[in-house]
């Protein structure tokens, strides 16, 4: 006979989980902003959508708005992000969780400030530029959205 317990893998007990949130910000042309990550950081020169770690306090939304306020200089507000799906991958050191948000309402012209190069891509094309683990497959979701 079979159990219907579920046993959790040992190797993701004791890993720390970490909350980081993401926007596909779409522009009038239906094309969504990716971020190459510089050199010297973790996974450097993979693409990715614009977010960041949540800090204490703070919801995914705010965060969303502080990160992009910071890191390409776009404004936004809560009420302009809608949910759209979330990412959850296992790295080595850490479990990702990535709540996802589309953004079709900002003021602004995207441009980089932290070292990083920006793109605006469709989404069917977004497969050409090599995304971290956690950011592939949502790829699909917003080719179904866009």
Not at 22 to 42: F, H, N, T
């Amino acid at each position: 006979m079979g159990s219907d317990r579920l046993d959790v893998p040992v190797e993701n007990r004791g890993k720390r989980l970490l909350l980081v949130v993401a926007c596909a910000l779409v522009d009038r042309d239906g094309r969504v902003l990716i971020s190459q990550r510089p050199e010297g950081k973790q996974l450097a020169g993979l693409w990715e959508f614009p977010g960041g770690k949540v800090e204490p306090g703070e919801t995914p939304e705010e965060c969303l708005v502080r990160e992009l306020r910071e890191e390409i200089g776009v404004e936004t507000r809560a009420a302009c992000l809608a949910p759209l799906t979330f990412a959850s991958h296992d790295y080595d050191d850490f479990h990702l969780l990535m709540p996802l948000y589309v953004c079709r309402r900002f003021e602004g012209i995207a441009h980089p400030r932290e070292g990083q190069t920006l793109k605006w891509v469709r989404p069917r094309d977004m497969r050409a530029y090599p995304m971290p683990p956690a950011d592939a497959p949502l790829i699909p979701i917003l080719m179904d959205l866009i």
